[in-house]
């Protein structure tokens, strides 16, 4: 189930296992069964760490979702938390505990573990509500990071942006430099750093010192990694507005990506879902499909562009069908043997391609709506820096059709980074605007924008400057066969991944650049890490082998 | 090589085993002590000696009354005295800590170290207290040192660790009314056990509260038992009776290995094993050595000796001589044994026929070719087993220069072992040497393991040969020299006497940043020592945050603390300085002070918006920032329920906005307020539900209903932009139905925005005819085919397509039309082809 994980450069499998491992013992210090109680936000994540029935295996016997009122009847001897360190769960568990109580008879054991750590403000919070005594257990589970994928890891901190641009409040950096310490204690120390930001740099400086922390006890092992690539959002806020148009940024786009688990509506499968049983086919309930570089198919056209991708489904399915052919082909038993035994893995990539075809279609509708391609054709130009210095006709008319806030909002960001900001004319026309049709509470949404730096006045035009200097516009990149990393935007190549490649480049890194840099926010870092001589690999260490 | 076996006396006959006798030290305390008015306790593994007067042996020390205790290195180097001014001592040794413990009759035990310095007390018990004690036992355990005191009503207490002293009270002896003959307590299988002997009956109690009687097989019954001895590995027992035998068997008194006449009725002074194979016997000046099969060495001396017992052998100590005296080695008896074929004995000689420069050397390393690596292995366990205390060392470099000479021949050989055993024998000769005194055999440091070691060097404050150890073994910092640097500088600021400025310099020029010494525990200890401003600037020196953060806040330094809290970027640290703050401070002080720090001002913000709203208002409202106290109000105006706390709250919004002169708010929050009652107005008119709708939607709800005027009226009021007022006309229209109006509407005046969202809302309601008929033919050309072609009028759009001559309009046609009408695509592509003949 989860052997996508160790087939990429790293193993994250080591990092799962000891995730896994940890857990396993934080359940085993409440003897007896268990029902488990979830924050919402972990339930997710949680998944790609343990299934339910390891969790099944360990007594676990019931879980709930943390919910205020009462917990539900059951007849556990333990009652386990698993929540982030949020004042707001606090009161949540307090209720619960505290309604448990004083039902006549009650005879369970509390416990309580803080994803990735307990914090002094909870542990106050529940003396306060006064259930801290009734914990059995208050204690971490320090689970960092997700694997989601063979390269990649996520913290699923989605209040990190917001926390640290709107309230200057940096726990979230905190907790970025503690999972980097616990990535180089399972796969060495890092012997390069580099980064743009200031939130980077806040990072980086934490990771330097937690090393000195730890003094002489680190573990010592070989690093696995060359380099660590510190950017902070700030350096690029315009890309993630923009609707991404590769295969799964589509589906994300339209669907919603969560934990690797997209849901869909059912009707595109029904072919499939009779070969499970006819009754199935009639159910309205949306269906879940996993998306991981498990999957070969899916391994292969997720990074591609849309619009390259219907070519490979053609290509596979005649692929298939030949194998298929190949059945008259078999004469001999022996052959017929080979045949059967290619069967299940045909099966299995028939299934994956009649789910990929599906969703493809799902996804097709989407793209080829006027509403879609105006707005992509809007976002085109803002990217190139077309008219984004005036209020523009095409934002305006979303506006008086009231269109989802979100798109509105992203267009008007999008524009406003292309043009460094807004003039004071233009910025207040786009927010009465905005108050007018979508309401007054929005005045917090835009001010919060602003203190984003989503939003903003007029400064330094230097968003021309950066587009040329690092390329972001490409205007004859392939779609099908690209040779440019801008294919992901049909044109547009993300600063992030541009400083990302120039920094790659061997011999030269940030050098040949140096003045683009400068006009991209916060400072830089350029940071060695000390190994000791015995783990230095012995290849030189070129940063192209990245 | 004469010297070595020339100590060598042989225990029986013709069986090859042969007990030595090596000289550790000559002792230099005789102007100091006389060792037969005194009592001795010396530690095993060649620990400290302390020596305190014999009251028994009634003598006066010239000059003074008072009792004074010595303390001695192995080498007989004084450590310490200190005055002994508590109770009466019955009984005094050292634990496996080298903590020098004294036990008082009355049961208490009082603890020192080897400096002399007091260093805690506990009781053994109330019942010992109240009746007082008679004797005591010393005992190891896997815990530590263990203690058994027998009390003046004949029953015996012990704890299993002095360390971590519980009671337990051993069973009774029935009938016991008198002291018992002879006991002794050890500990066997993490059971602690006393043999206990009643004249001739024995009884050994358990810890389970069990007593059982014994009967080890005597030939001759019915003996007194006088003294008994236990081995230092608990398996081997020596018992001594009323009439001079001593029986040797097993500690569960099963086995009997041999019973031996002493023809000497008086008990001897001490009693111990040598090692497992042989018991010591001492009388006055006369040692003797009883093997288990009745094999005996005698041994005399022209002064007194006290004897101490070892692992692997005893030491011998005396007015001027320190001996050991052990089992000859198997190893150093293979190659130095006389006549001795052994492969190592071999390569010794041509070892040493090769130095000589003699053609021999290679016919002795012909006849042990084959078996060069054990002869090499034989040597390099000599030269490490073999106590080599002469200022040369010959026998060590003879040895190792035979065992460098046979590996060259043994050419697969590791070096490894040569290279360990060669520091491991440097260590040894180093810890040997007079000055730190510790006569540690190879056997010996392996069963005390060299970080115990490091331990005892430390304890004694040998610091500099402690880390020279450490890096010359290359042993990690952590456990190693840092561990050392600590000790020292928590050593260092206990010396009150250097002043704090100097002590601060001298430690950190020493450590440096050395990874892994705790700065926050030195600064605890001087702290400790009252040493404030010692700790603060030690504490500068500490890199983890979570130490520094709470020994600065213990010492009152909060402001240090929270600016070392804010550096680590650890924001719970920083909650816990900032929580502290707020409990110490006034609120006006607290206030001031978090406000001068960004970080954990923001914090406190962050915390007080979670569980506060009204004191993040107060706060913004304490430092005048009004943008964001303006923000506040109006995230408050929509938790009132009431219209009227509602519309202040926007006021409040309104004045704030003022007062950071941002008009467009200002204005904007004027509106919202004027919307709100203008929707309320509406509401008490109509009964209609006006209030939280926006704008827009307010006009949509009016435009729908009908209510044209009221919603001009809004126009005008909120000066909405024609396009979009025009944009909401239209779809309130289409969705109410009402294509005439709509119509209407159109005509009205020219569209600010086109005739593209007329036609758009007739196409969102499937309107065709209606879009065909009224609103194409108004669109902009070059959107007409668009158009027809999302209204599915594919006819329409080709012919369009073909009047504005437009061949990629006709191409776009072309693709949306289906191949399942192909009259269609044959006249799109006769259209096409009629285009392109005209070019």
Known sequence: MFSHLSSGKLNFSILKESARRELLECLDRCVGTKALIWDDNLTGPFGLIAEYALLKEHDVTRMFPLKPGHLPQTTVQNVVFFCRPRLALMELIAENVLKEEAGAGSKKEFHVFFVPRKTLLCERKLKELGVYGTFATIDDYSLEMYPYDSDLLSMEMEDSFKDCTLYEDYTSLYDCAKALMTVQALYGVIPYIHGKGQHAKHVCDMVLRMRLELGGTEVQIVPQIDSLLLLDRSVDLLTPLATQLTYEGLIDEIFGINHTIVQLPPEKFASSSEAQGGASAFSTELRKIVLNSGEELYAEIRDKNFNAVGQVLSRKAKAISAQFEERHGAKTVGEIKKFVSKLPYIQAAKESLGNHTSIAELVKEVTDSSEFVGCLHTQQEFMNGVDTDKVHPYVEDCISKQDPLTKVLRLLCMQCAANNGFKPKVMEFYKQEIIQTYGFQHAITLNNLEKAGLLRVQGNKTYPALRKGLRLIVEDVSEQNPTDASYVYSGYAPVTVRLAQFLARPGQGWRSVENVMDLIPGPKIEVAQEIPAGLKKKRRLTLDNL | MMSIIGSWSPLGLGKNVFYSKSDLYSMHWADLVDLSKVNIAAASYGGPIAIRRDDSKITKIQGSTKKVIFIFSAAGQKISQFVWNSGCVIEFSWSSTEDLLCVQDDGQVLVYDIFGTFKRVFSMGQEAKDTGIIECRFFTTSLGTGLAVLTKSYRIFVVNSVENPTIRRLAEIPGLNAPPSSWTVFNLERQTRAIVAKNADIFLLNQGGQCQDQYPAFTQAGQFITEMAVSVNNKHLALFTSSGTLWIGSSDMQTCDCEFDTKCLQRPQQLMWCGTEAVVAYWDKLLLVIGSHKEFIHYAYHEPVYLVPEVDGIRILGQTLHELLQKVPESVMDVYRIGSMAVGAILMEAAREFENGSYKADEYIRMIKDSLEEAVKQCIEAAGNIYDNTATKENQKALLRAASFGKCFAVDMNADLFVNACQLIRVLNAIRDTPVGIPLTHTQLQSLTLRVLIDRLILRRHYPLAIRICEYLKIPDCEGASRILAHWACYKVQQVNIPEEQLATAITEKL?????????????????????????????????????????????????????????????????????????????????????????????????????????????????NFHEEAHCYIYNSYQQKSIDKRLADLQGAHDSFSKAKNDFMAKQVEDEMRLIRWQCEQERKSEKPYLDLSLQDTMTVLLKAGLNKQAEELRKDFKVPDKRFWWIKIMALADTGNWQELDKFSKSKKSPIGYEPFAEVCLKHQNVSEARNKYIPRISSENKVKFLVKLGLLEDAAEVAFQQKRDEELQYVLAHCSPLKPNLVAKINSLRSQLTAKK
């Open chain 2, 512 to 624: 440096g940043n050395t990874a892994g010494v705790s700065y926050a525990e030195i600064a605890n200890k001087a702290s400790d020592c009252g040493r404030t401003q010692l700790a603060i600037r030690l504490l500068d020196h500490e890199p983890r945050a979570s130490e520094q953060v709470p020994l600065l806040m213990k010492i009152n330094r909060d402001d240090v603390a929270l600016t070392k809290a804010i550096e680590s970027g650890d924001t719970d640290l920083v909650y816990t300085v900032i929580l502290r703050l707020k409990q110490t401070l006034k609120t006006g002080e607290f206030l001031m002070s978090i406000t001068r720090i960004p970080v954990a001002y923001s914090l406190y913000l962050q915390l007080c918006r979670q569980q506060n709203r009204e004191l993040l208002m107060d706060m913004f409202y304490q430092t005048d």
